[in-house]
């Protein structure tokens, strides 16, 4: 299976996820009022994903690695899970590198 963005809805809001070619959501975006800021946010990911520079790598409260994918302006694009380790992070964040730009849009809302 090829990856994709998969966008859904829950209640009002929407949101989209990245999942890799192995099913594993690798992205997370926030949460949207309408179907049109998920997809901008889809498109600003594809935008911004192949630079390493807009890769914010942190750890989450409780220390485990994660990164944060931030636009331009410094605003989160989309959130990682945690990850095990800083290797298994940097693997997580060449998968959107790789998969970000091209990947097609599953519209499941």
Not at 2 to 18: C, D, E, K, N, P
Not at 42 to 52: A, L, Q, T
Not at 79 to 84: A, D, G, H, I, R
Not at 86 to 98: C, D, F, H, L, P
Request: hydrophobic residues 30%; without cysteine; aromatic residues 6%.
């Amino acid at each position: 299976m090829a990856a994709r963005y998969v966008v859904s809805r829950s209640g009002t809001q929407y949101r989209f996820v990245l999942k890799a070619g192995n099913n594993e959501t690798i992205l997370t975006s926030e949460l949207y009022a309408a179907k049109q800021g998920a997809l901008g946010g889809i498109e600003s990911v594809r935008r911004n994903s192949p630079d390493d520079a807009r890769y914010e790598r942190k750890n989450a409260s409780n220390g485990a690695p994660m990164f944060n994918l931030k636009a331009g302006n410094g605003e989160t694009i989309g959130s990682s899970e945690l990850y095990s380790s800083t290797s298994a992070r940097e693997n997580g964040i060449q998968s959107v590198m790789k998969n970000g730009p091209e990947a097609p849009v599953d519209d499941q809302t």
